[in-house]
Each structure stands twice: as C-alpha cells, then as structure tokens.
C-alpha cells in the first residue's frame, strides 16, 4: 500500500462546478496535511494546510481532514478554467522532528469553460 | 521576498560528466530537500537535511550526494551522471512539520 494514495484522474469537471480531490493515507500517527497546486513544468505551490479534524475554509477552497478514516479532501467551489492543474496531496508523518513529507502521486483536474 | 532559488534551471550534459545544483533560500529554514519528478511517478524524495551538517537519505538517493555547510544552501551533486537521471528536480525548504517551499526546478537532460 502506498503511503499516500491519490485518484490519478484525470478529473474533468464543468466551469462553475464542485471539483472534488480525495487523499488516503496510510500512517494513522500523521500529523500534518497539505495540497498543494502544480501547473504543467512548474513547482509545487501550497493551496491549503490542515492540522485538526474537520474542515478549513480558504476562499473557494475547503479542505477536509478526518483522522479516524485516514482521509483528506480538497473541495474547489466555483471552478475556474485557470484551476486546471495537478493538485498534490502531502502528508507529514507522525514525528514532529522527522520532517519527512510523504506526498501522493498527483489529480490532474481539467475545469472546461 | 522569501524565496527558494536553484540554479541551473536547464542543463543538458553528458554521461559522466560531473555536476552541481545549487539551492539557496533565505527563509533561514531548518529543513531542505531535494525532490525528482518523473511522468506517473509524482515526486520523490532524493535526500533531505534537517540542520546544518546533517542530512539523510530519502527514497531515492543512488547516484546523489549532498552537502549542508551553511544553513540556506543544500547543494546537489552528481558524481557521474547517468540518463536514467534525467528528470525535473526540485529543492524544497520548511520549518519542522511545516509546509514546504519549493524551488522553480532544474529540469536535466543526460545523454
């Protein structure tokens, strides 16, 4: 099993739309969770960070973390053409000293005007 | 601005041929990796530092080495290059369990 698992899409989903990302992870001890955006030959950039249970609310953006499940989301409202892109989840393992960023494979989301 | 910076952004080279990558960030980061990236593969970890003078494998460290002497720099090296290590290369820089910043890149061609 790989230690961060993510649907390799591609994910295609109409202007104005929900697009929704799901991230599993193996380690029940992580403690840190990230997505992260990357367009085509370009570096990762951070969209959201998540610590606790629950949801977080950045703009159109809404992560989703539930521990017990060992699952994290990403929910884009209002889906834009430029939101179409790779989008990386990444997890940080149990130990606070041991910054060892496990990341998945990658969504590739295509929003079509 | 607060920044990761890797130089070279391109480099093509040949089979053998020694080379180094610089990754500088001023962010005054304990942490720094470095990261390839192939097709289907998604990124994966070559090595990481977390402090001056102490570094650690990561998934995939045949081939590399590494240096951390000061703080903001975390070069990569490669002894002999291969084509097999022909890739997009990113370095990375964080604060302990933090999120990373990421470098624009090094994409490398071997022939």
């Known amino acids: 099993q790989k230690e961060v698992e993510q649907n390799s899409g591609p994910l295609s989903v109409p202007e104005g739309a929900i697009a929704s990302l799901n991230c599993t992870y193996s380690d029940r001890g992580s403690q840190s969770f990230f997505w992260y955006r990357q367009y085509s030959g370009k570096s990762p950039e951070l969209i959201m960070s998540?610590?606790?249970?629950g949801d977080k609310e950045d703009g159109r953006f809404t992560a989703q973390l539930n521990k017990a499940s060992q699952y994290v989301s990403l929910l884009i409202r209002d889906s834009q053409p430029s939101d179409s892109a790779t989008y990386l989840c990444?997890?940080?393992?149990?130990?606070?000293?041991?910054?060892?960023?496990?990341f998945g494979a990658g969504t590739r989301l295509t929003v079509k005007p | 601005e607060a920044q990761v910076t890797q130089n070279p952004r391109y480099l093509i080279t040949v089979t053998g041929k020694k080379l180094t990558v610089t990754c500088s960030q001023n962010m005054n980061h304990e942490y720094m990796s470095w990261y390839r990236q192939d097709p289907g593969l998604g990124l994966r970890q070559i090595y990481y530092?977390?402090?001056?003078?102490?570094?650690d494998k990561g998934d995939v460290p045949e081939g590399y080495k590494v240096s951390r002497k000061e703080k903001r720099n975390f070069p990569l090296i490669l002894e002999s290059p291969s084509p097999n290590q022909t890739s997009l290369y990113f370095c990375?820089?964080?604060?302990?369990?933090?999120?990373?910043?990421f470098g624009p890149g090094t994409r490398l061609t071997v022939t």
């Open positions: 990375a820089s964080s604060s302990p369990g933090r999120e990373q910043y």
């Open positions: 998540i610590y606790s249970n």
């Open positions: 990444a997890v940080n393992p149990r130990s606070y000293n041991n910054n060892d960023m496990r």
């Open positions: 530092s977390m402090n001056v003078e102490v570094t």
